[in-house]
């Protein structure tokens, strides 16, 4: 392979990682404060890419006006179904909470399947991102661009608020340690209902941005991406948000060269990402930047 | 309910459903005889899910996995060698599966043999997972459960890919499934019973304070696992023989979703609790069909809506997490005495059975 078409595939498992990494800090966010997978995170991905698509296919807004409004509405989603599913199992065994969560992620996808159709559609992506730009002699799609782009200023964003805002502020002590935080006088739900609003919004953003690079939506389009965005925040060590980011861009470059190197093993690239969450987890089980967690006794 | 009399209760009510099984097999039509076959199964598969799940408390979400690898290895073991010939069109099937096939009177080795290599697959999952604590263990049995997917709809050579193996012969009758249905509940309620069976309620209540009181809790996972996945796989041999077909997609996460709606309702830990909901899960999801069949109320008309079942049963299962996580069993065992004591015959003394539990309990 020579070096231009690796530099491509460089910037295609960029792209693709820097996706995974939005996904990932939605799953790393709730984990690091409820111990919790939220299985639902990633139909809250698919569900984003529905509502921009319904908002350009329907109400004819502009293509970046219907993203933010998407975005906004996953928000919403996500804090919906904190509300509803997981807040009231807060002081549950935590099996529970796990169950609940496989079972909200499943009506996601059945109930799309019933409202939305089960039909993949196909998603109008604005010219910037299906453009071809020329660097160098190398041919590079506008997706492999400006994915990276906003999702890094997207990561600046969110670095701001958890680390210069007081909500901010807040969820970093409500992860170190919830009892003492809830003593202090925060108020544990808002805090948290902000994480899903985060996390969702963030899962949207990966969600509109997925549908420019493939542009084909359909209910069951969250699966994959959720799981490879969890393996990502496991591999970059759960419950820490930087660490989610190299997680995503280590799983996306991993699963791109995979297929560039060794186009036999293409078929068999879902399941070589959990292959190496398994591995992972046998040599370094808290993540490439995790702690190790203390047991509560 | 004095203590000689249980065993003889259980061995004649197991004879008289023996009786009312080989009746049904002669006498129902194929259309119940299908369902029964299908709740057998699925009390085998939900049974075992229960004991890594309920009993022992660690989440897994790999039975849809175990079963494939079940399903599968019966597939080869049973299919005819012309039907290999005809169905491996694409790539023919490797050597050793292209020369032989088991006759029917093989074909309870075949199905422990289906068990024994989705028992190998669990402790090649279970060493490096098992170790680790708490959701790991569900993302890696989901990842399992996805690896065996992947890699069933690309060993062309071995599985036929996608358009899976079709012409299994359907050697799945009531009696074998029962069969295995009442053996897999006796198994696993007794290792249940037992010491084992105690170390693994111990790791469920406080994994930390078991392995203080010395329990080896790697050890009692890793058999708790192992048996759960014997029994998956089992499960997935018996569904290959019934409906005479398997394919990656019937061992799609559905499959596993649709356990974990049975033990959850049935009550996560009670053994008699998941076989009973199985048995009503195989009805429940007959019933249902008429949700997703048109409608014709008067004037209106209401088309069918596909994938209405699931729907359906994600919401039974969140509104049990929500308002009933007990199940219908919570973590008690139905026994004769629960039994003898809602008859409300034997009186006082057998009716305290409950109560005492909840005092124990608060």
């Known amino acids: 392979m020579d070096i231009q078409s690796f530099i491509q595939q460089l910037l295609n498992g960029i792209s693709l990682g820097s996706l995974y990494a939005l996904i990932a800090i939605g799953y790393t966010m709730v984990y690091g404060i409820l111990r919790l997978i939220n299985f639902a995170h990633g139909d809250v991905f698919m569900l984003g890419t529905y509502f921009a698509f319904y908002l350009v296919m329907i109400f004819m807004l502009p293509w970046w006006l219907s993203a933010i409004l998407a975005i906004a509405l996953s928000a919403l989603v996500g804090m919906f179904i904190d509300r509803v599913a997981y807040r009231p199992l807060r002081n549950a065994p935590r099996i529970s909470a796990l169950i609940t969560a496989v079972g909200v992620s499943f009506f996601m996808e059945n109930t799309g399947i019933v409202v939305l159709g089960a039909r993949p559609k196909g998603f109008p992506r604005p010219d910037f991102m299906s453009h071809a730009y020329n660097l160098g002699g190398a041919y590079i799609t506008g997706v492999s661009i400006w994915v990276p782009v906003i999702s890094i200023i997207l990561l600046l964003v969110l670095f701001y608020v958890i680390y210069r805002t007081k909500i901010g502020m807040a969820m970093r002590a409500v992860s170190t340690d919830m009892e003492t935080t809830r003593l202090m006088g925060v108020d544990l739900d808002r805090v948290i209902s902000y994480t899903f609003a985060i996390g969702s919004a963030l899962a949207a953003a990966g969600g509109i941005m997925w549908a420019c690079k493939y542009p084909q939506i359909n209910p069951l389009m969250g699966i994959f991406p959720g799981w490879k965005a969890f393996t990502a925040a496991v591999v970059g060590g759960i419950g820490n948000i930087l660490g989610a980011t190299i997680g995503g861009l280590v799983i996306g470059i991993i699963e791109i060269m995979i297929v560039a190197f060794f186009p036999a093993l293409s078929g068999y690239k879902d399941a070589f990402v959990f292959i190496v969450l398994i591995v992972f987890l046998l040599v370094k089980p808290t993540g490439i930047l995790g702690e190790t967690l203390k047991e509560k006794v | ?362």
Do not use: C
């Open chain 2, 1 to 362: 309910m004095k203590r000689e009399w249980q065993m003889p209760l259980t061995v004649l009510s197991i004879a008289v459903f023996a009786l009312f099984i080989w009746w049904g097999q002669n006498h129902l039509n194929a259309y119940y005889i299908r369902v029964l076959n299908t709740a057998a199964i699925y009390i085998v598969a939900a049974v075992a899910y229960n004991l890594i799940n309920g009993v022992t408390g660690q989440f897994s979400l790999g039975p849809n996995g175990f079963m494939a690898l079940g399903g599968f290895t019966v597939a080869l073991l049973v299919l005819p060698v012309p039907q290999k010939q005809m169905v491996y069109f694409l790539q023919p099937l490797i050597w050793p599966f292209n020369s032989f096939s088991l006759p029917q009177g093989l074909f309870v080795i075949a199905v422990l043999l289906g068990g024994v290599i989705a028992a190998l697959g669990g402790l090649l999952i279970g060493f490096p997972t098992l170790r680790l604590r708490g959701d790991y263990l569900a993302i890696a049995t989901f990842g399992f459960g996805e690896i065996i997917f992947v890699l069933a709809n690309n060993l062309i050579p071995l599985t036929n890919g996608a358009l899976g193996i079709k012409g299994i012969p359907e050697y799945s009758t009531l009696m074998w499934t029962w069969g295995w249905a009442i053996f897999s509940i006796i198994m696993v309620s007794n290792l249940a019973k037992s010491s084992y069976g105690r170390a693994m309620k111990a790791i469920r209540e406080d994994e930390i304070a078991a392995e203080a009181m010395g329990i080896n809790v790697f050890f009692h996972k890793m058999l708790a696992f192992t048996v759960s996945a014997f029994f998956a796989g089992v499960a997935g041999g018996l569904l290959a023989t019934l409906i005479t077909t398997v394919s990656p997609s019937l061992f799609m996460f559905t499959m596993t979703f649709n356990l974990l709606i049975i033990i959850v309702l049935g009550g996560l830990g009670s053994i008699t609790g998941s076989a009973i909901t199985a048995v009503l899960f195989a009805f429940l999801q007959e019933l249902l069909r008429a949700v997703e069949a048109p409608i014709q109320l008067g004037p209106i008309h209401l088309p069918g809506v596909a994938g209405m079942r699931m729907v359906v049963f994600s919401l039974l299962l969140i509104l049990a997490m929500l308002f009933y996580r007990r199940g219908l069993f919570g973590k008690k065992e139905l026994t004769w005495d629960t039994i003898f004591s809602l008859l409300g015959r034997t009186g006082k003394r057998v009716g305290t059975t409950w109560k005492s539990e909840k005092m124990k309990l608060s």
